[in-house]
Protein backbone atom coordinates (compact mmCIF):
# COMPACT_ATOMS: atom_id res chain seq x y z
CA UNK A 1 0.00 0.00 0.00
CA UNK A 2 1.30 3.56 -0.26
CA UNK A 3 0.27 4.16 3.39
CA UNK A 4 2.91 3.72 6.43
CA UNK A 5 2.30 0.44 7.15
CA UNK A 6 3.12 -1.07 10.73
CA UNK A 7 3.18 -4.60 11.95
CA UNK A 8 2.03 -6.82 14.28
CA UNK A 9 -1.09 -4.67 14.64
CA UNK A 10 -1.79 -6.64 17.83
CA UNK A 11 0.97 -8.31 20.19
CA UNK A 12 -0.08 -9.87 23.38
CA UNK A 13 3.47 -11.02 25.23
CA UNK A 14 4.00 -12.28 29.02
CA UNK A 15 6.20 -10.13 30.69
CA UNK A 16 9.81 -10.27 30.34
CA UNK A 17 9.61 -11.37 26.93
CA UNK A 18 11.20 -9.56 24.05
CA UNK A 19 9.20 -8.07 21.26
CA UNK A 20 10.06 -6.66 17.87
CA UNK A 21 7.56 -3.82 15.98
CA UNK A 22 8.01 -3.13 12.48
CA UNK A 23 7.58 -0.40 10.45
CA UNK A 24 7.52 -0.01 6.98
CA UNK A 25 7.35 3.60 6.28
CA UNK A 26 6.27 5.35 2.69
CA UNK A 27 8.73 5.12 0.17
CA UNK A 28 10.74 7.90 -0.35
CA UNK A 29 10.43 9.13 2.93
CA UNK A 30 13.37 10.27 4.56
CA UNK A 31 12.47 10.86 8.26
CA UNK A 32 10.85 8.16 10.53
CA UNK A 33 9.50 8.35 14.06
CA UNK A 34 8.72 5.94 16.66
CA UNK A 35 5.93 7.14 19.20
CA UNK A 36 3.70 5.53 21.94
CA UNK A 37 0.58 6.24 23.33
CA UNK A 38 -0.22 4.90 26.51
CA UNK A 39 -4.13 4.28 27.89
CA UNK A 40 -5.38 8.05 28.27
CA UNK A 41 -1.74 9.81 27.75
CA UNK A 42 -0.97 11.77 24.75
CA UNK A 43 2.19 10.86 22.15
CA UNK A 44 5.68 10.43 23.39
CA UNK A 45 8.04 10.50 21.24
CA UNK A 46 10.76 7.74 21.36
CA UNK A 47 13.20 7.80 18.05
CA UNK A 48 13.74 9.65 15.49
CA UNK A 49 15.80 8.75 12.24
CA UNK A 50 16.78 11.01 9.24
CA UNK A 51 18.08 9.65 6.73
CA UNK A 52 22.15 8.46 7.59
CA UNK A 53 22.32 10.77 10.33
CA UNK A 54 22.59 9.41 13.88
CA UNK A 55 19.22 9.07 15.00
CA UNK A 56 17.63 11.08 18.23
CA UNK A 57 17.26 8.35 20.63
CA UNK A 58 16.55 11.41 23.16
CA UNK A 59 12.61 9.49 23.91
CA UNK A 60 13.24 6.03 24.45
CA UNK A 61 12.55 5.79 28.18
CA UNK A 62 15.19 3.25 29.37
CA UNK A 63 17.85 0.55 27.75
CA UNK A 64 15.32 -2.25 27.34
CA UNK A 65 14.14 -0.20 24.24
CA UNK A 66 16.02 -0.10 20.82
CA UNK A 67 15.95 0.87 17.51
CA UNK A 68 17.17 0.29 14.17
CA UNK A 69 16.90 1.25 10.64
CA UNK A 70 18.47 0.07 7.47
CA UNK A 71 19.10 2.59 5.24
CA UNK A 72 15.71 4.47 4.52
CA UNK A 73 13.50 1.78 4.78
CA UNK A 74 12.45 -0.77 7.34
CA UNK A 75 12.70 0.02 10.93
CA UNK A 76 12.11 -1.99 14.23
CA UNK A 77 11.52 -1.47 17.46
CA UNK A 78 12.46 -3.69 19.75
CA UNK A 79 11.38 -3.94 23.71
CA UNK A 80 13.40 -6.57 26.10
CA UNK A 81 12.71 -7.91 29.10
CA UNK A 82 8.61 -6.14 28.40
CA UNK A 83 6.62 -4.84 31.60
CA UNK A 84 3.46 -4.47 31.95
CA UNK A 85 3.65 -0.31 32.13
CA UNK A 86 5.26 -1.11 28.29
CA UNK A 87 1.82 -2.16 27.33
CA UNK A 88 0.58 1.25 24.65
CA UNK A 89 0.29 1.38 21.21
CA UNK A 90 3.19 2.05 19.25
CA UNK A 91 3.02 4.52 16.69
CA UNK A 92 5.83 4.63 13.36
CA UNK A 93 5.25 7.97 11.25
CA UNK A 94 6.95 9.08 7.97
CA UNK A 95 8.26 12.13 5.88
CA UNK A 96 10.23 13.51 3.14
CA UNK A 97 13.38 15.35 3.92
CA UNK A 98 14.40 17.57 6.73
CA UNK A 99 12.08 20.70 5.53
CA UNK A 100 10.00 21.41 8.71
CA UNK A 101 7.06 21.98 6.32
CA UNK A 102 6.80 18.41 5.61
CA UNK A 103 3.71 16.45 6.79
CA UNK A 104 4.53 13.04 8.85
CA UNK A 105 2.15 10.68 8.31
CA UNK A 106 0.92 7.62 10.74
CA UNK A 107 0.43 4.26 10.75
CA UNK A 108 -2.27 2.53 12.41
CA UNK A 109 -0.34 1.72 15.16
CA UNK A 110 0.94 -2.01 17.08
CA UNK A 111 -1.03 -2.42 20.28
CA UNK A 112 1.37 -4.16 22.83
CA UNK A 113 -0.57 -5.61 26.01
CA UNK A 114 2.15 -7.16 28.38
CA UNK A 115 0.19 -9.53 31.23
CA UNK B 1 10.69 17.77 28.94
CA UNK B 2 7.44 18.55 27.24
CA UNK B 3 8.06 20.96 24.81
CA UNK B 4 4.70 21.00 23.73
CA UNK B 5 1.62 21.65 25.93
CA UNK B 6 -2.08 21.12 25.77
CA UNK B 7 -3.41 22.02 28.93
CA UNK B 8 -6.95 20.91 28.55
CA UNK B 9 -7.12 17.26 28.07
CA UNK B 10 -11.06 17.68 26.99
CA UNK B 11 -13.42 20.18 25.64
CA UNK B 12 -16.91 20.03 25.04
CA UNK B 13 -19.04 22.04 22.73
CA UNK B 14 -22.51 22.05 21.36
CA UNK B 15 -23.15 21.47 17.71
CA UNK B 16 -22.55 24.70 15.75
CA UNK B 17 -20.97 26.60 17.58
CA UNK B 18 -16.80 27.29 17.93
CA UNK B 19 -14.43 24.70 19.37
CA UNK B 20 -11.05 26.46 20.52
CA UNK B 21 -8.17 23.97 21.20
CA UNK B 22 -5.17 25.85 22.30
CA UNK B 23 -1.05 24.53 22.76
CA UNK B 24 1.49 26.01 24.11
CA UNK B 25 5.52 25.75 23.14
CA UNK B 26 8.47 26.30 25.04
CA UNK B 27 11.17 26.19 22.37
CA UNK B 28 11.45 29.09 20.13
CA UNK B 29 13.59 27.17 17.09
CA UNK B 30 9.88 25.58 16.23
CA UNK B 31 9.54 26.84 13.11
CA UNK B 32 6.35 24.83 11.89
CA UNK B 33 3.13 23.65 13.70
CA UNK B 34 0.78 21.77 12.42
CA UNK B 35 -2.93 19.83 14.04
CA UNK B 36 -3.46 16.27 13.90
CA UNK B 37 -6.89 15.20 14.15
CA UNK B 38 -6.72 11.14 15.88
CA UNK B 39 -10.04 8.49 16.10
CA UNK B 40 -9.81 5.38 18.24
CA UNK B 41 -8.08 2.76 16.86
CA UNK B 42 -6.44 5.01 14.00
CA UNK B 43 -3.32 6.67 13.81
CA UNK B 44 -3.33 10.58 13.96
CA UNK B 45 -4.18 12.12 10.29
CA UNK B 46 -2.99 15.51 9.52
CA UNK B 47 -5.44 18.28 9.53
CA UNK B 48 -3.90 22.11 9.15
CA UNK B 49 -0.44 23.87 9.58
CA UNK B 50 1.12 26.95 9.49
CA UNK B 51 4.78 28.10 8.92
CA UNK B 52 6.77 30.51 11.84
CA UNK B 53 6.48 33.35 8.85
CA UNK B 54 2.24 33.79 9.24
CA UNK B 55 -0.22 34.07 12.05
CA UNK B 56 -3.11 32.45 10.59
CA UNK B 57 -3.78 29.63 8.59
CA UNK B 58 -7.27 29.12 7.38
CA UNK B 59 -9.22 25.80 5.78
CA UNK B 60 -12.80 25.37 5.43
CA UNK B 61 -14.20 25.22 8.64
CA UNK B 62 -10.63 24.81 10.70
CA UNK B 63 -8.35 27.66 11.61
CA UNK B 64 -5.00 27.67 12.81
CA UNK B 65 -3.45 30.99 14.90
CA UNK B 66 0.16 31.17 15.63
CA UNK B 67 1.33 33.96 18.35
CA UNK B 68 5.27 33.79 18.16
CA UNK B 69 6.11 36.30 20.86
CA UNK B 70 3.45 34.30 23.22
CA UNK B 71 4.47 30.64 22.31
CA UNK B 72 0.63 29.84 21.41
CA UNK B 73 -1.56 28.31 19.24
CA UNK B 74 -4.88 27.23 18.80
CA UNK B 75 -6.84 25.76 16.42
CA UNK B 76 -10.68 27.07 15.48
CA UNK B 77 -13.13 24.85 14.46
CA UNK B 78 -16.89 26.46 13.35
CA UNK B 79 -19.20 25.42 13.24
CA UNK B 80 -18.65 22.52 15.11
CA UNK B 81 -20.06 18.96 14.08
CA UNK B 82 -19.86 15.52 15.39
CA UNK B 83 -18.01 14.34 13.39
CA UNK B 84 -15.30 16.56 14.75
CA UNK B 85 -15.31 14.57 17.74
CA UNK B 86 -11.85 13.05 18.28
CA UNK B 87 -8.25 14.01 20.48
CA UNK B 88 -6.29 16.47 18.78
CA UNK B 89 -2.89 16.78 18.64
CA UNK B 90 -0.75 19.97 18.56
CA UNK B 91 2.66 19.33 17.08
CA UNK B 92 5.54 21.25 16.43
CA UNK B 93 8.84 21.16 14.33
CA UNK B 94 12.07 23.30 13.92
CA UNK B 95 13.96 23.13 10.67
CA UNK B 96 14.76 19.33 10.59
CA UNK B 97 11.17 18.37 11.26
CA UNK B 98 12.25 16.31 14.64
CA UNK B 99 8.33 16.83 15.25
CA UNK B 100 7.04 16.96 18.64
CA UNK B 101 3.42 16.68 20.05
CA UNK B 102 1.09 17.45 23.02
CA UNK B 103 -0.65 15.17 25.11
CA UNK B 104 -3.65 15.85 23.46
CA UNK B 105 -7.43 17.11 23.74
CA UNK B 106 -10.08 14.92 23.88
CA UNK B 107 -12.97 16.91 21.50
CA UNK B 108 -16.40 15.99 22.16
CA UNK B 109 -19.33 17.94 19.81
CA UNK B 110 -22.78 17.36 21.12
CA UNK B 111 -25.86 16.95 19.05
Known amino acids: GAGVSQSPSNKVTEKGKDVELRCDPISGHTALYWYRQRLGQGLEFLIYFQGNSAPDKSGLPSDRFSAERTGESVSTLTIQRTQQEDSAVYLC?????????????FGEGSWLTVV | DQQVKQNSPSLSVQEGRISILNCDYTNSMFDYFLWYKKYPAEGPTFLIS?????DKNEDGRFTVFLNKSAKHLSLHIVPSQPGDSAVYFC??????????FGAGTRLTVKP
Open chain 2, 91 to 100: AAAPWNNDMR
Open chain 2, 50 to 54: ISSIK
Open chain 1, 93 to 105: ASSFGRSAGNTIY
